[in-house]
C-alpha cells in the first residue's frame, strides 16, 4: 500500500491537505539528512528543498544509503535527490548546492518561503546560525544531531521554546600545554603532540622567510623569557629547515634519522634532567635509535611495507613508517609549500600515527592503531546508521504536531517533546517536554525584527529618526553593526548625513539600543526595499539583573536535583551519568502544571576531544 494512504488513513484530508501545501527546508544531506528525507518524502511534504555544501567521500557509503561508489565526488543534495525522486509523486523535490551560511546564495528570503526548517548538521557553527536565522524569521526548526550511540532531537519553537543557544554546549577538551609538550600519560597525548605540534612544525604554514636565519638565536627576535623553549623553538626551526633544503634538492634522506633522534632521544634526555617533573612521575625512556635502526635493516621486504589499520605495529614498523611519511611529505612540500593536517590524508594521518606511537613507546603509554589514531586525530566518533535512521525518524515524526495544528506554534510546542537516548538500560530512549528560552539566552533574550529599508537612498539620520518614531523612544538610540562597529550614537553624529548603504548592505544586521540602557538592545535585520518599514516590536524593560538572580538560582538547583524524568516517572542517576539540569521554565507554569524536570544530552565524558557528527 503507498504510503500515502497511509497518510490517509491516519489523518482526516484537511490535515492531509497541510502536509501537501507545506514547504520545508531540510539542511546537510549526511547520515542524518539522509534519513530524514527519505521520511519527509513518505509524509507527503508538498515541497522539500535539501541543501549541502559537500561532495560524497568513500567513507560516507557506509551509512548514508542514498549514495553509490559511483557517486563519490557528486554533489551530496543532487546526488540525495535524484536517488529518492521516485519514491513519490507528491513532494516536490529542490536541490541546493551550498554553505548555509552564505548570506548571498541563501538570503533571508530564501529562509522564509519554508514552512519548517529541518538541521542536519555536523558542527556547531552552522547548527547556531540556522538558530539564529529561525529566530528572525519566527520560523519552528527541528534541530538533531547524533554521536555514536548517542542522539537527539529538539524541537524548536522561536520565543516558545529553548532554541539551540538556550543551553550551553560542551566544548571539546583541551589539554595543559605542558602535558603535551613534557609528561604525557595517554595515547591522545601523544597524538595531539604529534598532530598540533611536530606536524606543523615540519610541514605547516612557517616559510623560509618566517625562520631566523642559519646561525642567528631566536631569542633576539622575540621576547620570550624561557630560554629553554626558545633554545626548542630555535632547534626545530633547524629540523624545519632541513626538510625544506631536501625539498629543494633531497639530496639524501639522513635529515628524518636527525628528526629522529632529536625529538624522541634528545629532548627526551633534556626532559629527564627536569628532574621535578619526575617526581611523581614515572620517567621515559630516551629512544635507542641505533639498535632499531639496525632491526629495521634486518626487516625482510622493508620496501613493501604493508601494515594493517586495525593491528598495532611494532616500533621497527612505526619507525620505517615515520620515515617513509616524513620523505613523501617532504617531497610534496617542494610542491605545497605547505601542508595541513587531514585525516583523510594518508601521508599525514601516518605520520601522525607513527609520530604518536614512537612517543608513546618513549613514555612507556599503549600503542593504537593506525584506525584508532584516525579517530583521535579526526576528532570523531564513529556514526552509527541505526542512530541516525532513529533520530530523523524521531525529527520527522515531531514535526507533525505543527502541521496538525494548523501551524499554531504555542499548542504544538506544548504537544511536542524533546527525544535523547537513554543511558538507563531498560530504554532507548527518553522523553521530556519542551521548556521556556533561558533568559539567560544570548540569542533568544535579544528582541529581533526584520526592517524593510531603501538602504541606497536612506540617510543614517532618517533611519535614527524612524526608530525613534517606531519605538517611541523619547531619549535617543545608539546604533551599531553586529561586528560592534558604532554607526552613531547621542555624541556620535558624524554619520548622520551618509546613505546606509556606506555602513551595510542587504541581510545585514544592525544592533539598537536606548542611550539610558533601560530597554532590551534590539537587532534588526535589514533587507532592502523600495521605502522604509521599521516592524513593531514588543521590547521589554532591560533585564541584566533578573538574569544574574534567575542563573543562580537554577546553579544551585541543578546540583541538587541529579534526578532525570524518564517518560514521566522520576529515576535517580548517579551523579557522572547524565549531566542534568532542573528548570523552572517549563511551558506548564503557566497553567500552574507541574514543574517540568529536564534532562540534557549527556555531555561526553571521555578524555578525548570530540565534535557532534
Ligand atoms: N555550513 C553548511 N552548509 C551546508 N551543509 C553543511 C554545512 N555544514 C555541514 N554541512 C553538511 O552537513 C552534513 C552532516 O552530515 P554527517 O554528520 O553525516 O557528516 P558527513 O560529513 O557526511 O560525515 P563525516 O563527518 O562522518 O565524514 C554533511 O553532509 C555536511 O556537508
Ligand atoms: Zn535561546
Known amino acids: 500500500m503507498p504510503f500515502d494512504s497511509h497518510i490517509r488513513k491516519i489523518f482526516d484530508k484537511e490535515t492531509v491537505d497541510v502536509f501537501h501545501d507545506s514547504k520545508v527546508l531540510l539542511v546537510g544531506a549526511g547520515g542524518i539528512g539522509c534519513e530524514l528525507l527519505k521520511d519527509l518524502i513518505t509524509m507527503n511534504y508538498g515541497e522539500i528543498h535539501i541543501l549541502d555544501l559537500d561532495t560524497i567521500d568513500l567513507s560516507n557509503l557506509n551509512r548514508q544509503f542514498l549514495f553509490r561508489q559511483k557517486d563519490i565526488k557528486a554533489s551530496k543534495s543532487l546526488t540525495a535527490v535524484m536517488a529518492v525522486q521516485h519514491f513519490s509523486h507528491i513532494s516536490k523535490l529542490v536541490a541546493h548546492h551550498g554553505n548555509i551560511m552564505d548570506a548571498v546564495q541563501f538570503p533571508l528570503s530564501f529562509f522564509q518561503q519554508f514552512d519548517m526548517i529541518f538541521n542536519a548538521l555536523d558542527n556547531l557553527e552552522a547548527r547556531m546560525y540556522v538558530n539564529k536565522v529561525c529566530l528572525f524569521i519566527k520560523t519552528p526548526l527541528m534541530e538533531s544531531g547524533t554521536t555514536g550511540l548517542k542522539g537527539q532531537v529538539q524541537p524548536i519553537y522561536p520565543y516558545s521554546t529553548e532554541c539551540f543557544a538556550c543551553v550551553p554546549k560542551s566544548t571539546p577538551k583541551t589539554f595543559p600545554l605542558c602535558t603535551i609538550r613534557s609528561t604525557p600519560s595517554k595515547p591522545v597525548h601523544c597524538v595531539t603532540w604529534s598532530k598540533n605540534f611536530l606536524f606543523p612544525q615540519l610541514f605547516g604554514p612557517d616559510t623560509v622567510e618566517n625562520l631566523p636565519q642559519k646561525g642567528q638565536d631566536a631569542e633576539q627576535d622575540g621576547e620570550a623569557a624561557d630560554k629553554d623553549l626558545m633554545q626548542e623553538a630555535n632547534e626545530l626551526f633547524e629540523l624545519k629547515r632541513k626538510v625544506l633544503d631536501a625539498s629543494d634538492g633531497f639530496k639524501d634522506a639522513s635529515f628524518v634519522d636527525d628528526i629522529i633522534f632529536k625529538v624522541f632521544a634528545e629532548d627526551i634526555s633534556k626532559l629527564l634532567r627536569i628532574e621535578d617533573l619526575w617526581k611523581s612521575r614515572a620517567k621515559p625512556t630516551p629512544l635507542d635509535y641505533g639498535k632499531y635502526r639496525a632491526d629495521i635493516g634486518k626487516m625482510t621486504d622493508i620496501e ?111 504537544a511536542s517533546k524533546m527525544i535523547f537516548d537513554s543511558s538507563v538500560p531498560e530504554r532507548f530512549v527518553n522523553s521530556s517536554k519542551l521548556v521556556r528560552s533561558n533568559f539567560n539566552c544570548k540569542q533568544c533574550s535579544i528582541t529581533r525584527g526584520i526592517a524593510c529599508v531603501d538602504i541606497d537612498h536612506m540617510a543614517l539620520g532618517a533611519f535614527r529618526d524612524a526608530l525613534l518614531k517606531e519605538y517611541h523612544n523619547e531619549d535617543d538610540v545608539s546604533i551599531a553593526t553586529s561586528d560592534s562597529r558604532l554607526l552613531y550614537d547621542f555624541d556620535f553624529d558624524d554619520n548622520l548625513q551618509r546613505p546606509l548603504k556606506d555602513f551595510i548592505g542587504d541581510g545585514d544586521v544592525l544592533l539598537i539600543s536606548d542611550s539610558e540602557e533601560t530597554l532590551d538592545h534590539i537587532e534588526l535585520l535589514i533587507k532592502k526595499g523600495m521605502h522604509c518599514v521599521i516592524p513593531p516590536l514588543d521590547i521589554p524593560p532591560f533585564r541584566e539583573q533578573a538574569f544574574e538572580e534567575d542563573g543562580e538560582k537554577e546553579d544551585a538547583e541543578t546540583e541538587d536535583n541529579m534526578k532525570s524524568v524518564v517518560g514521566d516517572e522520576v529515576v535517580v542517576l548517579d551523579g557522572d551519568d547524565d549531566k542534568i539540569s532542573n528548570t523552572k521554565r517549563s511551558l506548564e507554569d503557566d497553567d500552574n502544571g507541574p514543574m517540568v524536570k529536564k534532562v540534557r544530552m549527556s555531555v561526553n565524558d571521555e578524555e578525548d576531544p570530540i565534535i557532534l557528527d
Open 304 to 414: 613493501n611495507l604493508k601494515l594493517s589499520d586495525q593491528n598495532i605495529w611494532t616500533v621497527q614498523e612505526n619507525l620505517e613508517i615515520f620515515t617513509k611519511a616524513t620523505l613523501r611529505l617532504t617531497m610534496r612540500l617542494s610542491k605545497e609549500r605547505e601542508i595541513e593536517f587531514d585525516k583523510d590524508d594518508d601521508d599525514t594521518l601516518e605520520f601522525v600515527v607513527s609520530a604518536s606511537n614512537i612517543r608513546s613507546f618513549v613514555f612507556g603509554i599503549p600503542l593504537k592503531t593506525k584506525f584508532a589514531v584516525k579517530q583521535i586525530a579526526g576528532n570523531i566518533i564513529p556514526a552509527v546508521a541505526t542512530t541516525n535512521a532513529i533520530m530523523a525518524g524521531f525529527s520527522a515524526l515531531s514535526s507533525i504536531h505543527y502541521f496538525i495544528n494548523g501551524k499554531n506554534a504555542e499548542v504544538a510546542a506544548r
